[in-house]
């Protein structure tokens, strides 16, 4: 009797786990279709949701519309013919799926958004969001607060500062203003250039650095629109020997181990990534939950699950590294 009844829990509990991944006898099919998976975050959290899923039961597939959205709209209506029972996807240009998610929904696919959505709450079940213009506004904080412990007798305009921005959709252009107005309010810091990539930041980055070096070679600030970007230029201007280390600074934003490892790199000399500013870094382990239906009371009118904003500099991201 005592061992039927241990069967049994272990039962309720894997059951519990599991959540909704069995309804009606049918089993519940994740598809994410995701912007790409050349990009490190990008991979990690797609690769990351789909563990979640199937260790919960479910079935679950990744597709890649490598940020062109007819090929997500596809990408969608293959999922839906496919019999998926949930989506979740990343909305590059949110008003051009209003017309798809609306008619997803209706065939009965909860459609769930990281990061942006539509405007139209009819096309949508949930979405996780941070305030863009909070984190660019935390990762300038973090370039202040450097300086200011760094040079605290600097005159006004003497640190010299640069940008690269990637204003490719509203969102970005907001983290961008974050950074801009922060940067812009201490005296000690000149923005001297904005250097404006697109979604080919990959081949043109490194150029780009070289041409920072070229044309304000007294730079001694760099604020990076996200990590990827910052991982490039502490690549780059790891090669340039005249860059004074103890005196340089690249402040990113976002968060993943790739970047924590190359801060922590900073301590020892090897590395120029000072700290970064991001949503809740635990926020892709919560979105397969959000799809799911487990943070449905948590979200605002505009069926948003808003994440916190976090920094980390290259003395604290140990705490982040010994946890992920």
């Known amino acids: ?34 912007p790409s998976l050349q990009i490190e975050f990008f ?25 062109d959205t007819v090929t997500q709209i596809q990408q969608m209506e293959n999922f839906a013919t496919m019999g998926v ?18 008619k997803l929904r209706e065939q009965g696919i909860v459609m769930s958004f990281f990061a942006t ?41 003497s640190i010299k500062a640069v940008m690269f ?24 810091i000149e923005i001297v250039k904005e250097y404006e990539l697109d979604n080919d930041y990959n081949t043109t980055m490194p150029g780009m650095v070289d041409m920072m070096m070229l044309e304000h070679p007294d730079v001694q600030v760099v604020v990076c629109h996200f990590a990827s970007l910052s991982i490039q230029a ?14 340089f600074g690249i402040f990113s934003g976002d968060i993943d181990t790739m970047i924590g490892e190359r801060m922590m790199k900073t301590l020892d000399g090897e590395g120029l990534i ?10 892709v382990s919560k979105q397969f939950g959000l799809c799911r239906g487990d943070y449905n009371d948590q979200l605002n009118d505009k069926k948003e ?17 010994e946890t992920h």
């Open 1 to 34: 009797m005592k061992k039927f009844v241990v069967v049994l829990l272990a039962v309720l509990l894997i059951g519990c786990f599991a959540g909704s991944a069995i309804a009606d006898g049918e089993q519940n099919y994740l598809g994410i279709v995701w």
């Open 43 to 67: 991979d990690w959290a797609a690769n990351f949701m789909k563990s979640q899923a199937e260790e919960a039961g479910w079935k679950a597939e990744i597709t890649s519309y490598d940020f």
């Open 85 to 102: 029972t949930h989506i979740i996807s990343y909305a590059g240009e949110p008003e051009a799926l209003v017309d798809v998610c609306k």
């Open 117 to 157: 959505a539509p405007s139209d709450l009819d096309a949508y079940d949930n979405v996780a969001v941070a305030n863009q213009y909070d984190i660019g506004k935390a990762m300038a904080e973090n370039a202040v607060d450097w300086v200011n412990e760094k040079y605290p007798d600097a005159a006004d305009g």
């Open 165 to 188: 921005a990637l204003p490719t959709t509203e969102d970005d252009v907001q983290r961008d203003n974050g950074v801009r107005d922060t940067l812009k309010a201490c005296p000690k």
């Open 234 to 247: 502490d690549e780059r201007l790891l090669t340039y020997s005249q860059i004074d280390r103890d005196n």
């Open 274 to 283: 000072r700290a970064t500013g991001t949503y809740d870094p635990d926020g």
């Open 305 to 321: 699950f808003e994440y916190s904003i976090t920094k980390f500099t290259a003395e604290t991201i140990h705490e982040y590294m």
